[in-house]
């Protein structure tokens, strides 16, 4: 049996909890072989951003043939993207491949401050969200994505149905992590819209959850889940690495990536 492989394009976090670094630990974790392409080298830890270099164009692209031309991805997902430049790059180099494709579409930090430009922002939508197999936003960068507020559930389905019958995108799961009550994600691909619940656990540690779920998702699209499936198994894994935290660091502290493969274990 073919070995599943999995490639991301995204950033870095030297601390472990996000970016490239998380994506290839739940590859890991699935049983999925990782690759990595990383457009911006970010000095960042559980506390928050000091610095970003973005790294050039041209070399991104070096990166990117690289993995291609050696060891076929069976899926990708792209994280950090910052520069119109570098979302022309990606559009340009997988508009045509047959592989599913995972968008995170990271443009808002956790502060609210924007992190790519209203440019990129417009790039984003308009080159790589009609290409997308799933794309996975938490509400604030849905509300940048659909151009208004969301409040609702009501207005998290609506905001799915724009992003893929609007914006292009195959399917959609709005991560509903930042309201109130239970953890609720709604998941939409065009036919129906799917409500995934799970108890919200009262923690700091959620550093790094939306590269994990994306990841994860990207991880069981590669070894041949339907979406509906991959993000039902990412809402899994995202709750028991949130649940079972690590108690790391001295702020918003890093998800547990192997306590879903653990409590699998422990039900056997």
């Not at 043939?65 to 997902?77: F, L, R, Y």
């Not at 509400?139 to 969301?150: C, G, K, N």
Request: some cysteine; overall charge negative; proline content about 4%.
């Amino acid at each position: 049996m073919e070995q599943a492989c999995a490639l991301t394009i995204a950033g870095t976090d030297p601390s472990g909890g996000a970016g490239i670094q998380a994506d290839l630990k739940t590859f890991q974790e699935l049983d999925v072989y990782g690759m990595s392409v990383i457009t911006s080298v970010v000095a960042q830890n559980t506390m928050g951003v000091k610095d970003c270099i973005h790294l050039p164009v041209t070399f991104i692209e070096k990166q990117l043939d690289s993995v291609i031309e050696d060891i076929s991805p069976h899926a990708i997902k792209s994280g950090m993207i910052a520069s119109t430049e570098m979302i022309e790059l990606i559009y340009s180099k997988l508009a045509n491949a047959d592989v599913p494709y995972v968008i995170d579409p990271v443009m808002v930090a956790t502060s609210g401050d924007p992190l790519i430009d209203q440019k990129a922002r417009n790039c984003l939508r308009e080159k790589l969200i009609p290409i997308t197999s799933i794309v996975t936003p938490n509400i604030p960068e849905a509300e940048v994505l659909v151009e208004r507020e969301i409040h609702t559930q009501e207005d998290m389905e609506e905001s799915a149905k724009i992003i893929v019958h609007q914006l292009g995108a195959d399917a959609v799961v709005v991560k509903g992590g930042h309201m109130d009550g239970d953890a609720l994600d709604i998941f939409y691909d065009g036919k129906e819209i799917v409500t995934l619940r799970s108890p919200r656990f009262l923690t700091k540690h959620t550093h790094g959850t939306g590269c994990t779920f994306s990841a994860v998702i990207t991880a069981e699209l590669a070894k041949g889940a339907s979406t509906h499936e991959a993000v039902q198994t990412a809402k899994k894994f995202i709750s028991a690495a949130i649940e079972h935290t690590l108690g790391l660091g001295k702020g918003n502290g890093p998800t547990n990536h192997w306590a879903y493969q653990k409590s699998l274990t422990q039900k056997l």
